[in-house]
């Protein structure tokens, strides 16, 4: 697609970096954030955050995957053709953890950039050492449009007063803001709607309180819908090359079009589900990459005690077992993010071998049916979600709990220590 011929800003959001197509920090602020570890965003093996995971600790942790990330990552620059990854780490990193999730992706070379819903998610990933450029896909208020700027993080807009509220703030800088423009073109949820989003565009475009260093929409995931909003973005996009009108960078792609949309991927894709192992919906798309599961929930047992026919374990005597047996007790339960639903559906692995949940879930407990032989000790690792066996990987835990994958990641209790292997 052809580019606007003018001059571009000079705090131009996409820049090229050795071979690699990346996003540009809008000043030395970024380069300067606080950093933990490396210093360069990226965690170094075994590195934690939030609450301190020792080997010593029997209460739950979440472990996250270097390799199955990287892999992920790979998968998705490869649909992309190689364009550069807008990578969204929004609501806690889908409940994994942004603090840890940010900064691990942050330091692959594909990741241009970081995408987030909320000003503290994009803070918070400042403050453990994120340098790239970091994207609040949300309006914000002057004062928070100004701590972003401050914090060199780029605030979306797409209210009309848009441009009062940013030329205040350039005020307060001294500088222009840097922004991203979000454009609705038929999802009706977020975004200036295309319809007459002309006129806004050009007052912010040639703002000297506006730097405009990208600009975006957000698709329905309905293809055929899809493929209209394409085309009314693709008329903007024409009618702002027309009046010369640099618009920056240009990204649409979350995971659903990253796989089906290619005429949208524009300057970079931004997924978020396919870099957490999640394929999207339609035809196909299990075919199209190779994604991996990107975490464990572990715990250790707390303890291991026998039962004959009559005993009962757990509330209400869940478990009333008809032959002598072990059971063993997990110090996690529905407030870590282990559903309730688990309960007689799904298993655990302990040793490389399963056990049923059979006692129920509570708040903080789950008993597992060890069998007639004591297969396991006070202190084994318990492996409730994985990698490592069919039975306790995300989609199936998600299927056998009737939640859905997202429902499950989403669920983690933001108080686990994260702990990157």
Known sequence: MDRPSSPLPRRRFLHLTGAALGLAATSGCATAAR???TGSGRLPAGATTDRTYTP????????????????????????????????????????????????????????????????EEALAMREEGVTKPIVVMAEGSEDEIEKLARHDVLPSVWLDDAPGRLRSVSRRLGRPVPVQLFIDTGMNREGMPYTRARRW????????????????????????????????????????????????????????????????????????NALFG?????????????????????????????????????????????????????????????????????EVLINGRLYPVAGGVNSAHTILDIGEEKTVEVG???????????????????????????????????RLPRRVV
Request: with cysteine.
């Open 56 to 119: 010593q600790r029997f209460d739950p942790w979440i472990e996250l995957d270097r390799a199955a990330w990287t892999h992920n990552v790979r998968e998705a620059a490869r649909l992309a053709s190689g364009r550069p990854i807008l990578a969204v780490v929004k609501n806690n990193a889908y409940g994994l953890g942004d603090r840890t999730v940010g900064p691990l992706l942050a330091g692959m070379p594909q990741v241009g950039g970081i995408a987030t819903v909320r000003v």
């Open 201 to 272: 565009i050009e007052e912010l475009v040639q703002s000297e309180y506006v730097d405009v260093n990208g600009t975006y929409t957000m698709f329905t995931h309905d293809l055929d819908f899809d493929r209209e909003q394409h085309a009314r973005f693709e008329e903007l996009l024409g009618w702002a090359r027309g009046r010369n009108l640099p618009l920056g960078t240009l990204h649409a792609s979350p995971t659903f079009e990253l796989f089906h949309l290619p005429e949208a991927h524009y300057d970079m894709v931004r997924p978020g």
């Open 380 to 414: 084994d690792v318990a492996t409730l979600i994985g990698p490592d066996h069919p039975a306790v990987l995300p989609h199936t835990v998600a299927e056998r709990t009737g939640l859905g994958f997202l429902g499950i990641i989403q669920s983690m209790n933001p």
């Open 278 to 346: 999640n394929h999207p919906g339609g035809e196909g798309a299990r075919e199209m990459a190779d994604l991996k599961p990107v975490f464990r929930l572990n715990t250790r047992v707390v303890r291991v005690e026998h039962l004959e026919p009559g005993d009962s374990a757990g509330f209400n005597r869940t478990f009333m077992p008809d032959r002598a047996t072990w059971v063993a007790l997990l110090p996690i339960g529905r407030t870590d993010g282990y559903p309730s639903e688990a309960n007689g559906t799904c």
């Open 35 to 37: 950093t933990r570890g």
